[in-house]
């Protein structure tokens, strides 16, 4: 089946510094989400795209969704503490021949005060 | 806060108990999803249920039964599990069941044991 494969797999960054990870798959889909996982918790939606091209930012975080429709990335301005977590893609994909929705193993993300 | 909320939290169980995870969304959505979260492997769809029919069966095995009363609740019946069936189950919402093109929000999840 699909597959997305997300790099870096994990990072250690100083707080403060900026932080960009990618997303990319095999096929295309119409829409790729980012979510962040904490340590317990179910993960929670932080930008969703649903345009190839698209460029949206939501605080520090800012996602863009490639123009091959193939991958996309997230990155994080000025780290803090908080930060730190498991950042997943997801890539959603509805046509004629039916629906699939995949998400990639995850970035995991540690920040060093 | 998302609005799904999942109960237990954490559950620790024998291979010869029966248990159910609950799940709840408080957003209206019509669809609801259950996940398997097992270490270092990505996110593994279970069941979708739209308008509280099941729409999405990826291949689960009979142990997992789940149960769509109305568009708020889904309960996921475990029977005779194995050890490698613990993992952290996720519960999910969205607007409608279109994977693809609605937005799916996630609960804090099940963290399961299996013994």
């Known amino acids: 089946g699909q597959q997305l494969n997300q790099s870096p797999q994990s990072m250690f960054i100083q707080e403060g510094e900026d932080v960009s990870m990618n997303c990319t798959s095999s096929s295309i889909f119409n829409t790729w989400l980012w979510y962040k996982q904490d340590p317990g918790e179910g993960p929670v939606l932080l930008i969703a795209?649903?345009?190839?091209?698209e460029l949206t930012s939501n605080g520090r975080l800012t996602a863009q969704f490639g123009i091959t429709r193939k991958d996309s990335f997230l990155n994080i301005s000025a780290s803090i503490p908080s930060d730190v977590g498991i950042y997943f893609c997801a890539g959603q994909l509805r046509d004629n021949y039916g629906q699939n929705f995949v998400f990639g193993p995850g970035t995991r993300l540690s920040v060093l005060p | 806060e998302t609005g799904v909320t999942q109960t237990p939290r954490h559950l620790v169980m024998g291979m010869t108990n029966k248990k159910s995870l609950k799940c709840e969304q408080h957003?209206?959505?019509?669809?609801m999803y259950w996940y398997k979260q097992s270490a270092k492997k990505p996110l593994e769809l279970m069941f979708v249920?739209?308008?509280?029919?099941?729409?999405e069966n990826n291949s689960v095995p009979s142990r997992f039964s789940p149960e769509c009363p109305n568009s708020s609740h889904l309960f996921l019946h475990l029977h005779t599990l194995q050890p490698e069936d613990s993992a952290l189950y996720l519960c999910?919402?969205?607007?409608?069941?279109?994977?693809?093109?609605?937005?799916?929000?996630f609960g804090p999840g099940t963290r399961l044991t299996v013994l």
């Open positions: 999910a919402s969205s607007q409608e069941g279109r994977i693809g093109t609605d937005t799916q929000y």
């Open positions: 249920y739209n308008f509280k029919e099941q729409t």
């Open positions: 795209l649903y345009k190839a091209g």
């Open positions: 957003l209206g959505h019509n669809a």
